[in-house]
């Protein structure tokens, strides 16, 4: 047996206010890692955070042990990115690669790695706040000058990052996985009722902000005009976006189910007639392959990761006009076997193409490569 491999992996996401698609992909590819081991060369992986006086939720509670620096979050991160200290091995000891999972980018003390999941911010920063582009910025900054290598969630965001100017020898594509777990109908009734869910209803599912394209679902849904159908937004307030006159307008069409809890996260997706995802921009989209997974037809975004992620299993839609995604909202509630066709379609794509077994792999991959 090899000499193991220690990651120390930057978990401090865990603790936002919002952890959001970077908390749920960290978490989920250590998970993944551990229910992967290889002999040949073992990963050893230890998380570090922030100083924190309680753990974080439990719904974001990492299966690894978490080291704190002495820092609390916004020092650390102001003190990572101007100064460049303190080392991760300050609260680690010794590692061999370094991952930062989200944005905020730890010295490189050891060989780094950086997970970009997205550029949007360079495409169109008034969707986040004059602080987070500038933290942004600089974050990407230091991941072209200091990354051993960078990892990208979808050929898309690769694709970004070398028009932004990174070295593409030191980019390496590593897709998100599911494991998907099957749901029952009993399942499902259980979360029908929690929720208050009576009918036939449509799923989006997300962080509230402006890159998810809520306004434009909302229209779609006005226009849509039917009452027998819910929407349901399963989500948290997130930032930069408004729609309250909306949701006042559509009344009781609208079900505002707020956070929810993983447990429940797939029934709910399983009970829908249809996923509805016109994200503008996407590092990946989980929220469609857990769709994909549980067999619900999905409705996204064309020109988007999203789109490589659902391929030919599911309806494009032009994410800026409301009309083309009303159209196909309606065609799809209207035509139970093509929902079932699509259905069907995605969750064989969604077993076949996006394991998390082939994710631990990449990843183990791109960690021995980094550690030389």
Same mark, same amino acid.
């Given at each position: 047996m090899e000499q193991r491999c220690r990651v120390a992996v930057t978990l401090e996401q865990c603790w936002h206010e919002v952890p959001g698609g970077t908390a749920r992909a960290a978490l989920e590819s250590v998970d993944a890692l551990l229910r992967n081991p290889d002999d040949d060369r073992p990963i050893e992986m230890i998380g570090v955070s922030a100083r924190h006086g309680s753990p974080p939720d439990v719904a974001w509670m990492p299966s690894i042990p978490v080291e704190q620096l002495p820092l609390p979050r916004l020092a650390l991160y102001e003190s990572w990115h101007r100064f460049r200290r303190p080392r991760v091995e300050r609260a680690t000891g010794p590692v061999d690669v370094i991952h930062a999972t989200g944005m905020a980018v730890p010295p490189a003390s050891a060989p780094l790695v950086v997970t970009v999941h997205d550029l949007a911010f360079t495409k169109d920063a008034s969707q986040f706040t004059r602080r987070g582009v500038r933290f942004f910025t600089r974050a990407i900054e230091l991941a072209k000058r200091d990354a051993t290598l960078i990892i990208c969630p979808s050929k898309a965001t690769l694709a970004e990052c070398i028009e932004y100017g990174?070295?593409?020898?030191?980019?390496?594509?590593?897709?998100?996985?599911?494991?998907?777990?099957?749901?029952?109908?009993?399942?499902?009734?259980? #979360?029908?009722?929690?929720?208050?869910?009576?009918g036939r209803y449509v799923l989006w599912a997300g962080t509230i902000e402006p890159r998810k394209n809520l306004p434009v679902l909302?229209?779609?849904?006005?226009?849509?005009?039917?009452?027998?159908?819910?929407? #349901?937004?399963?989500?948290?307030?997130?930032?930069?976006?408004?729609v309250q006159k909306q949701l006042d307008r559509l009344g009781s069409r609208v079900l505002q189910a707020g956070f929810v809890d993983r447990r429940d996260l797939a029934p709910l997706y399983a009970g829908a007639d #249809?996923?509805?995802?016109?994200?503008?921009?996407?590092?990946?989209?989980?929220?469609?392959?857990?769709?994909?997974?549980?067999?619900?037809?999905?409705?996204?975004?064309?020109?988007?990761?999203?789109?490589?992620?659902?391929?030919?299993?599911?309806?494009?839609?032009?994410?800026?006009?409301? #009309?083309?995604?009303?159209?196909?909202?309606?065609?799809?509630?209207?035509?139970?076997?093509?929902?079932?066709?699509?259905?069907?379609?995605?969750?064989?794509?969604?077993?076949?193409?996006?394991?998390?077994?082939?994710?631990?792999?990449?990843?183990?991959?791109?960690?021995?490569?980094?550690a030389g």
């Open positions: 990174f070295d593409s020898s030191k980019l390496r594509l590593v897709p998100w996985g599911i494991e998907a777990t099957p749901v029952t109908p009993a399942e499902v009734a259980v #979360v029908r009722a929690k929720f208050g869910i009576t909302l229209d779609a849904f006005d226009r849509l005009g039917r009452g027998d159908v819910t929407l #349901v937004l399963a989500g948290p307030q997130g930032w930069n976006e408004d #249809v996923f509805c995802f016109p994200s503008r921009q996407e590092g990946f989209g989980l929220p469609v392959l857990e769709a994909m997974a549980q067999g619900t037809a999905v409705i996204t975004s064309s020109g988007t990761a999203t789109e490589e992620v659902i391929g030919d299993c599911g309806v494009l839609v032009d994410h800026r006009d409301a #009309v083309s995604v009303r159209d196909a909202l309606a065609s799809l509630l209207e035509n139970e076997s093509e929902r079932m066709r699509l259905g069907d379609a995605g969750r064989e794509r969604a077993r076949d193409d996006f394991s998390w077994s082939s994710t631990a792999a990449a990843l183990r991959s791109v960690y021995l490569e980094a």
